[in-house]
C-alpha cells in the first residue's frame, strides 16, 4: 500500500483536524512504549518487591529493561529513545540506591529529576527558546511564518509554562507519597498518578492548540477528514511532551 505523503511545508491549504485524531494519534505513538518502558516493569518490580524483597525487585526491572534493550540491537532494529532513557534511569538509580543501602533514595530520584526538567522548561522561556516549540517541530511541520505569528509565540510560551508546572506537580506529589504511605502502595500509585498528571497536561496541550491553530487559519475547523486522519496516525500532531 503507498504510504500517505506529508504535507509540504510551503502548501497554504490549511487541513482540517480533529481533537479526536490528535489524541488518538498520540496514543499509537506513545502507548506501546509506556508500556513497555514503565507499566511493566513498574509491574514487575512490584510484584517481586511484595512477593520476594527488594532485591529482587531491583535486578526483575534492570533485567526487563536491558532485555528489551538488547532484543532490539540483536534483530537490528532501532531501540525507542524512551525505552534507552528508562534504562540509563534506572541503572543510575539502581547504582546510587545500593551503594547508599536507602531504598528512600531509589524512589527520590526522579523527585530530583522532575524538579530540574521543570526549572529547564522554565530557563527556555527565559531565553527566548521555549522547550516546547524544539519539540513541536518533532511533531508538526511548522513553518517560519507560523513561528513568527504572535498568537503561536504566545502559545508556546504558555505550553512550556504548563510543562514546567506538570513537572513540579509530579516531582512535589510523589515526594508527598513517597514520605505519607508505605512503600508498597507507594509504588503501587505512583505511577498512576503521575500518568493522570501528565494526561491532563496533553489535554490541555491538544485543546490550546488546534483552538490556536484554527484561530489563526492553519488547520480548518470540523472532525478530520481522511488525509488529516492518515497524516496524524504518522505522529504529525501538535505541541506535546509526554514524559
Not at 508538526?140 to 505550553?159: C, N, Y
Request: glycine share 6%; aromatic share 8%.
Amino acid at each position: 500500500m503507498r504510504e500517505t505523503e506529508e504535507p509540504a511545508l510551503s502548501d497554504p491549504t490549511p487541513t482540517a483536524i480533529s481533537k479526536a485524531a490528535i489524541f488518538v494519534a498520540i496514543v499509537r505513538r506513545s502507548a506501546p512504549h509506556l508500556v513497555e518502558a514503565s507499566l511493566v516493569p513498574t509491574a514487575l518490580f512490584y510484584c517481586c518487591l511484595v512477593l520476594v524483597g527488594i532485591g529482587a525487585a531491583y535486578a526483575v526491572a534492570l533485567v526487563w529493561l536491558y532485555a528489551a534493550v538488547v532484543g532490539r540491537l540483536v534483530r537490528r532494529r532501532a531501540v525507542p529513545p524512551l525505552i534507552v532513557l528508562a534504562a540509563i534511569g534506572i541503572t543510575i538509580r539502581t547504582a546510587v540506591s545500593i551503594a547508599s543501602g536507602s531504598t528512600f533514595v531509589y524512589f527520590a530520584q526522579p523527585v530530583l529529576g522532575s524538579l530540574l526538567v521543570g526549572c529547564v522548561f522554565l530557563v527556555s522561556v527565559a531565553l527566548g527558546r521555549p522547550m516546547v516549540q524544539a519539540l513541536a517541530l518533532e511533531f508538526w511541520p511548522l513553518t517560519p511564518e507560523m513561528l513568527a505569528d504572535p498568537t503561536v509565540v504566545r502559545l508556546l510560551r504558555r505550553l512550556t509554562f504548563l510543562w514546567a508546572a506538570v513537572n513540579f506537580a509530579i516531582g512535589a506529589l510523589t515526594l508527598t507519597l513517597l514520605v505519607l504511605l508505605p512503600l508498597p502502595l507507594f509504588v503501587a500509585i505512583k505511577q498512576p498518578v503521575a500518568w493522570a498528571l501528565i494526561g491532563c497536561g496533553v489535554a490541555v496541550t491538544i485543546d490550546r492548540s488546534v483552538r490556536t491553530a484554527r484561530r489563526a487559519g492553519f488547520v480548518l475547523d470540523g472532525r478530520a477528514t481522511d488525509a488529516a486522519a492518515a497524516v496524524a496516525g504518522r505522529g504529525v500532531v501538535p505541541a506535546a511532551l509526554p514524559r
